[in-house]
């Protein structure tokens, strides 16, 4: 599977991490099994100190029958490297110890420099200067594509998030340099917490659409039925998010927001929405795993016609290590042949919930090759459904009026 990103080229949909892999011998092996495995994409950095590693492997494309081509080499520029001339010269470092002429992609680790206070101005001149460094070595052949990592759009009353999004719409506004036009990328964000209320919520998105430099955002969340600041059981809660979401539905009439969606939202927070909004929510992003089956949720959500999209579907960090002892998924996993993560996954997908897991570590990225060649049985899903204990590992939105 491969994902066509904004500049036309392909990316592997599915990836080797490398990170924590600082062993020679294991990382060499890991690498070189992956290849074999159906691995085609590689991803590294400069602070993961295994580049040189995973070029001795590169340099032996041969032996596995491919080209430099066929596989795509992602590495990243530290935080203590950027900056103008810094970021460029590390780099042409990088590309020469992974032995290669070039790298597909190269992403900015961070949005700040090691060194500097992280409300300290210099953080944007310098990942500035980076960026335009990396277009540098792009237009002469170095980089197939440039990224960026931890990145975020958020709606904040604090300069440097507002540099952030002015930088971005940089790269926006100049999308012909990519072949590219606006409706051909795909932009979200979310309304922060503290920025609920009618009014206020489209001063920020205003906002947020002027520093990005474009016409309208493909998607605007509102990221939690809470306002920051006020007590969970405070009425005005609902009062501020209902005139959250008529502030984005004027803008989608008016065509500032293609589509609206939500997070966290119980049923109660989606009753109450359903009685007044125009615009129905496109997606509704909730904590989903067998100890937290929200099935209510989820048939209500799939007969109004919401998407439900799962975040912490292996259990977050905390919730990871019950589920992963868990005597039924165990016996489930053995019973198929697969993992536990395995089962959790498909689990949510038989269930029509979109998953989105995160994981850190390389021995569970090979398992994702083979999420789609079973099914679970319905006896086998009613047994994981049973689990259901309405335990979360996150935040709890049940506590919000």
Not at 63 to 89: C, H, M, N, Y
Not at 168 to 181: D, S, T
Not at 289 to 303: I, M
Request: aromatic share 8%.
């Amino acid at each position: 599977m491969e994902v066509l990103m904004n500049n036309g080229l392909k990316i592997p949909g599915i990836g080797l991490g490398t990170y924590l892999i600082k062993d020679k011998e294991v990382c060499k092996t890991i690498v070189a099994q992956s290849l074999r495995t159906g691995y085609r994409l590689i991803d590294t950095a400069a602070v993961y100190q295994n580049e040189e590693y995973i070029g001795e492997v590169i340099e032996n494309l041969h032996e596995f029958g491919l080209k430099r081509e066929d596989v795509f080499i992602t590495t990243k520029l530290s935080p203590s490297d950027q900056g103008r001339g810094t970021a460029r010269t590390k780099v042409l470092e990088s590309i020469a110890k992974l032995k290669t002429p070039y790298v597909d992609l190269v992403l900015i680790h961070w949005p700040g420099t090691r060194g500097l206070d992280h409300t300290d101005p210099k953080n944007a001149e310098l990942r500035k200067g980076s960026y335009e460094d990396l277009e540098d070595l792009h237009s002469e052949g170095f980089i197939k594509s440039i990224g960026v990592s931890n990145y975020t759009i958020k709606m904040s009353d604090t300069a440097a998030v507002y540099q952030n999004e002015e930088y971005i719409g940089e790269v926006i506004e100049n999308l012909r340099e990519f072949g590219l036009k606006r409706e051909d990328v795909f932009i979200t964000t979310k309304l922060n917490p503290s920025d609920q209320g009618r009014g206020t919520a489209r001063t920020k998105v205003l906002e947020s659409i002027a520093k990005l430099k474009t016409d309208y955002v493909d998607l605007v969340l509102i990221h939690w039925p809470g306002t920051r600041g006020l007590d969970h059981t405070d009425p005005k809660n609902a009062e501020l998010r209902k005139g959250s979401y008529e502030d984005l539905e004027d803008l989608h009439s008016e065509g500032f927001i293609k589509s609206i969606g939500v997070s966290n939202y119980t049923i109660k927070h989606m009753e109450e929405l359903l009685n007044h909004c125009k615009v129905l929510p496109a997606v509704n992003q909730v904590e989903f795993h067998p100890l937290l089956y929200q099935k209510e949720l989820l048939e209500y959500s799939g007969g109004k016609g919401v998407v439900i999209q799962a975040y912490s579907s292996l259990g977050a960090v905390e919730g990871w290590k019950v589920l992963s002892i868990n005597e039924t998924l165990v016996k489930v996993a053995q019973k198929y042949q697969k993992t536990v993560p395995q089962i959790l996954l498909k689990w949510g997908l038989q269930h029509n919930v979109c998953v989105i897991p995160k994981t850190s570590r390389v021995e569970n990225l090979k398992p994702n090759f083979d999420l789609l060649d079973f099914s679970i049985s319905t006896e086998d899903m009613s047994t994981i459904d049973s689990l259901n204990a309405n335990k979360r590992f996150c935040w709890d939105p049940n506590t919000v009026l």
